[in-house]
């Protein structure tokens, strides 16, 4: 008798057990799904990065430069370039130096031997710095006589992407070379306050995923044609660039505001896991039978920790930035969007 009122115990609280694991799943389920209804309105492209080729009238040849931006962070400029040489799409180097002291022997020796040890397939990828007598933001985007190649991609020297991550960016690049493609994006928006008509502010992340929109694609890590650099340096007022150099910010923001304003239209922004977005995507994955994903949870490398960004009244000066160059412009050359573009080979949504 015990033992068959043990059994019936057992099978009842077996039944409890699955029914209550069923409920979990279907509320896991759900919330997933509900996650989903609610982010579908987020426009996202699917990116094959082997088959976007390049506009018939650009000529990309087979890679890209790297314009890197550095300033006494000689420990981080090696990180960098020791890993982006092993990228398959690096054609060539170039370092902006502004520092008062030319670059020492032993780090140029350095960074020669890095970059002819990673490269691969037999490749020569040229190094060169690019020295500036004068300490300014603007020497960033700086004509570069001589480049072979039409595309150049801008990055600080504290931030390290994985390679496929840099070519499928690249070959987004490919398809519309005009515009500008990045990974850091970022809003402005018009100021609705009381007494701030025709003013705007500038925003960062998290208003941009959480209002689904962006504006502007940081150069600190971004493609766009070399031609920019002629026309930020040459053709983009001049008080601008005075500004920039004075205030010690807001290049990025420039040459943006150059690009927009060129084209008329949005750039692009290639998008690369962020933590708890992609900790709802490992889920959602894993729930259909494809647990790879979790991978990308580290797919952007911060190798440093001091910047601009880093300073109290950052967002009130950048939203400073965008308002004085509407003014010099004579209007907001900036295009939103909600487009980006991600890698259509593995498990993604927003």
Known sequence: MRARLFSSRAIRHGAVSAIGSANIKLLLTSCIALTLIVLAGRTTIGWNQYAAS???????????????????????????????????????????????????????????????SNSKGGRKIELKFDINKEDSLNNRFKEIKGLKLDVVFSIDDDIIFPCPTVELAFSVWRSAPDTMVGFVPRVHWVDKS???????????????????????????????????????????????????????????????FLVANATGAPPIWVKVEEFTINLLDALWCTLQGAPGSLYAMSSIFEIGSTGISSLGGHTERRTECVNRFVTEYGQMPLVSTSVKAVDSRFCWFW
């Open 54 to 116: 390049p506009s018939p009238s650009s000529h990309t040849g087979k890679g890209y430069t790297l314009l890197i931006n550095t300033w006494k962070r000689y420990d981080l400029l090696k990180q960098s370039i020791s890993h982006y040489a092993s990228c398959p799409g690096l054609d060539s180097v170039h370092i902006v130096w502004s520092e008062p002291n030319p670059p020492s022997e032993s780090l140029v020796n350095f960074l020669n031997r890095v970059v002819n």
């Open 194 to 256: 009381e007494g701030n008509d025709g003013k705007y502010t500038y925003s960062g992340w998290w208003s941009v995923w959480w209002t689904e929109r962006y504006s502007i694609i940081l150069s600190k890590a971004a493609f766009f044609h070399k031609k920019y650099l002629s026309m930020y340096t040459y053709e983009m007022p001049s008080s601008i660039r005075e500004y920039v150099s004075k205030n010690r910010n807001c290049e990025d923001i420039a040459m943006s």
